[in-house]
């Protein structure tokens, strides 16, 4: 693509939808002066994820999207629409020139914790859309159509069931990324009277969100455990800032073994030995609350032996961050386009059976919005 790798005027900027590694992987490799535009909270959170992780983004953005706030970047008009997604702030985009008008959709759902969003955007869309570039992870092959989605509250009282059911602690397996998902682990973690315990990184990403809505550190019912992976990165890096800001909540191995059964803990297979050793696993049930398919790479593969191994159970409980059809088909009845160009899916020639007016594009091939 001209202007990512070498210089190019003809790319006048980068617009960031959202943080997801599938949305940003490139940011990187784009020529120096290059501006970006992404939301202000999104712009925080991949700077903790670049930290805790080293898959994040660390970037001083040109501006920040800002819903329905239009702005200009040469010829183009721009507009982002908040929406709802498994990413916290995270836009369509309307790009307008010449008269002509594409709305690139952006992942996004109508089941999350923010459906008001979707909402909003079927009751006023924008007018007059002669493209629109629309996601479509779940069209894949097998669906028929139908499947309605999981929503975040289903999960939320699945959850509760599952909690209820534990006599020891719960491992809760979750991107901490997925904001919509925190919540919904705090609420069922009340709902079943346990204390929620976060890691730094969870801890650092719900405080970036800059919301105090989002269960955070300081909240009456929320621990921080500091795992040791976590806590030699605080050492090397000599950000001591970043433990001191959670020290009157931090949770410790005692407090873990006594309080077991009241806790449901953010868990990562990096963490197995370190909670195996501290011994606050007697009576655990582990909670799966990613896509599935991970389960299938190595590392679930290693998680799932080391849970066998300590006889301990595990329940997959889980929302998809994307639309079910029936949601993109009203979403595109809704803004009745010119055309539609599928993205973001693994059956774009299966789009044309639940929408209209598609238009499939193959990767990399240029084409005329006119
Ligand atoms: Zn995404």
């Known amino acids: 693509m001209p202007g990512l790798s070498g210089h190019d005027p003809s790319l006048v900027g980068v617009i960031l939808t959202h943080p997801h590694l599938d949305h940003f992987g490139l940011a990187r490799k784009v020529q120096a002066g290059v501006p970006f535009f992404v939301g ?34 040469g010829p183009f008009t721009i507009t982002p629409y908040l929406i709802d997604h498994s990413a916290f702030d995270s836009y369509c985009i309307l790009v307008e020139a010449e008269e002509q008008r594409l ?21 006023d869309p924008p007018a007059n ?8 992870t779940n069209i894949r092959p097998g669906v028929d159509g139908t499947e309605h989605a999981v929503t975040e509250t289903d999960v939320e009282n699945a959850c509760v069931e599952t909690f209820k059911a534990t006599p020891g602690m719960v491992l809760d397996l979750f991107s901490p990324q997925n904001i919509d998902r925190l919540v919904t682990m705090y609420r069922a973690a009340i709902r079943s009277d346990r204390d929620l315990v976060l890691d730094l990184y969870a801890a650092a990403v719900a405080s970036a969100t800059g ?21 030699t990165r605080v050492i090397e890096s000599g950000e001591f800032h970043r433990t001191d800001a959670v020290r009157p909540r931090r949770i410790f191995p005692e407090e873990l073994r006594e309080k077991a059964g009241k806790l449901v803990m953010i868990f990562r297979a990096s963490m197995a030995r370190e909670m195996e ?30 849970l066998d191994r300590l006889g301990i159970g595990m329940t997959i409980r889980h929302a998809s961050g994307h639309a079910a059809i029936p949601d993109l088909q009203r979403l595109v009845a809704a803004l009745a386009p010119g055309k539609v160009v599928p993205i973001h899916s693994s059956a774009g020639d299966r789009f044309h059976e639940f929408v209209p007016g598609v238009e499939q594009h193959a990767d990399g091939e240029w084409w005329n919005v006119a």
């Open 277 to 306: 050793q501290v011994g606050c696993l007697e009576g655990a049930h582990a909670v799966w609350s990613m896509w599935p398919g991970y389960l299938d790479e190595l590392s679930g593969q290693r998680l799932k032996s080391f």
């Open 211 to 231: 919301r105090e809505t989002i269960p955070q550190a300081h909240w009456d019912r929320v621990r921080v455990y500091l795992p040791n992976s976590q806590r």
């Open 129 to 136: 859309v002669d493209v629109l570039i629309i996601e479509g």
């Open 40 to 73: 202000k909270a999104a712009q925080r959170i991949l700077r903790e994820a670049a930290f805790f992780t080293g898959t994040g983004l660390t970037i001083e953005p040109a501006g920040h999207l800002r819903h329905r706030e239009a702005f200009t970047l």
């Open 103 to 123: 709305l690139y959709s952006g992942d996004l759902r109508a089941h999350g914790r923010k459906p008001g969003t979707f909402h909003e955007l079927l009751h």
